[in-house]
């Protein structure tokens, strides 16, 4: 167990349909970045955020975009879906700044739109 | 040219024997590098990380970096069925955030 929380465990949507998803870092840990990872794949790095703020994009369209709270807490919402967000969603928690860069994951979010 | 390259497998080994895990990696700039194991419909799990060339060894798990070759690989000693799951590398780059860039993952098998 990691300490890292997500909610929810999966979610079915429809095409078009907004979603929220939300994250709890761990204990100690001031940094939540988010990953997208489709069947078969890696996870692709959406983006971070650290002190309230976004911190690094990957390569995804405005339509996701992200909040972090001031207990570190972090939210991924995703507008307009589209067929090909199905995938599973992760958080990972990490201290910026800090001598150790390991990121650990959530048990993540498995979004399906259909 | 991928910037972080497995083999996607499967590698299938005998319960017992060592299994070896290769990643090779694109951005001479990588600066840390992750080795993260994924059961199926689970999330990853990280088991080591290591940023200086040469091996690190943690129970029966060994990372080894060579960054002339941009090369990282795990090495599994005593290898069990429970080892069976999908593993990841990941590295991070210098400068910035550490945003984490996955291979696609090799897929192991430990048959008894």
């Known amino acids: 167990e990691t300490g890292v929380t997500q909610s929810p465990t999966h979610l079915i949507k429809t095409r078009g349909q907004q979603v929220t998803l939300r994250c709890s870092s761990q204990?100690?840990?001031?940094?939540v970045s988010w990953y997208q990872q489709a069947l078969g794949q890696g996870p692709q790095f959406i983006f971070q955020y650290y002190r309230e703020e976004e911190n690094g994009r990957g390569n995804f369209p405005p339509r996701f975009s992200g909040l972090q709270f001031p207990n570190y807490s972090s939210e991924l919402n995703v507008n307009a879906l589209e067929l090909d967000d199905s995938a599973l969603y992760l958080c990972?928690?990490?201290?910026?700044?800090?001598?150790?860069?390991?990121?650990?994951f959530g048990p993540g979010t498995r979004l399906t739109v259909t | 040219q991928k910037e972080v390259e497995q083999n996607s497998g499967p590698l299938s080994v005998p319960e017992g024997a060592i299994a070896s895990l290769n990643c090779t990696y694109s951005?001479?700039?990588?600066?840390?590098f992750f080795w993260y194991r994924q059961y199926s419909g689970k999330s990853p799990e990280l088991i080591m990380f290591?940023?200086?060339?040469g091996d690190k060894e943690d129970g029966r798990f060994t990372a080894q970096l060579n960054k002339a070759s941009q090369y990282v690989s795990l090495l599994i000693r005593d290898s069990q069925p429970s080892d069976s799951a999908t593993y990841l590398c990941a590295v991070t780059l210098s400068g910035g955030y550490n945003k984490l860039i996955f291979g696609a993952g090799t897929r192991l098998a430990v048959h008894p």
């Open positions: 290591i940023y200086s060339n």
């Open positions: 951005d001479r700039g990588s600066q840390s």
């Open positions: 204990s100690g840990h001031n940094t």
């Open positions: 990972a928690s990490s201290l910026f700044g800090g001598a150790r860069p390991e990121q650990y």
